[in-house]
């Protein structure tokens, strides 16, 4: 469990770092709270901060479920493909929005399978 652990840690770290790379966007741009559409840089970093939050309220509990009932190797293994899918999702995103599919589906299927493994885990323990 202290794998699944660490794995939840690197993801809420990350949310932390697409935190403040949206706040220095917001700073670089000049553009005042609460605004959040005028600067096209500071509104790709905040939909990529925004989304990544939307995703983890899946992920998370969906990755100790999965290691609870299913089996951790696999939940830590998962939320590693979230992660790195929200750091390609964020890469491309940044870039050029119209490539971001690749990073988004990493992490959509991460989810769907820690959803169905920790579905699997329960029905299989009642």
């Given at each position: 469990m202290a794998f699944v652990?660490?794995?939840a840690?690197?993801?809420?770290?990350?949310?932390?770092?697409?935190?403040?790379?949206?706040?220095?966007?917001?700073?670089?741009?000049g553009?005042?709270?609460?605004?959040?559409?005028?600067?096209?840089?500071?509104?790709?970093a905040y939909r990529v901060q925004m989304n990544t939050l939307e995703q983890m309220v899946v992920?998370?509990?969906?990755?100790?479920?999965?290691?609870?009932?299913?089996?951790?190797?696999?939940?830590?293994i998962l939320g590693?493909?979230?992660?790195v899918g929200r750091l390609v999702y964020r890469a491309a995103y940044i870039k050029d929005p119209s490539?971001?599919?690749p990073g988004m589906i990493i992490g959509f299927l991460s989810n769907v399978l820690l959803i169905l493994c920790g579905l699997w885990?329960?029905?299989t323990h009642l």
């Open positions: 652990a660490l794995v840690l690197l993801i809420l770290l990350q949310y932390v770092a697409f935190i403040g790379l949206c706040g220095k966007a917001r700073a670089d741009s553009l005042q709270a609460p605004a959040t559409t005028g600067d096209e840089n500071f509104e790709r992920t998370l509990p969906a990755m100790w479920l999965c290691a609870q009932f299913f089996m951790p190797i696999v939940a830590a590693l493909g979230f992660f490539t971001r599919g885990g329960v029905i």
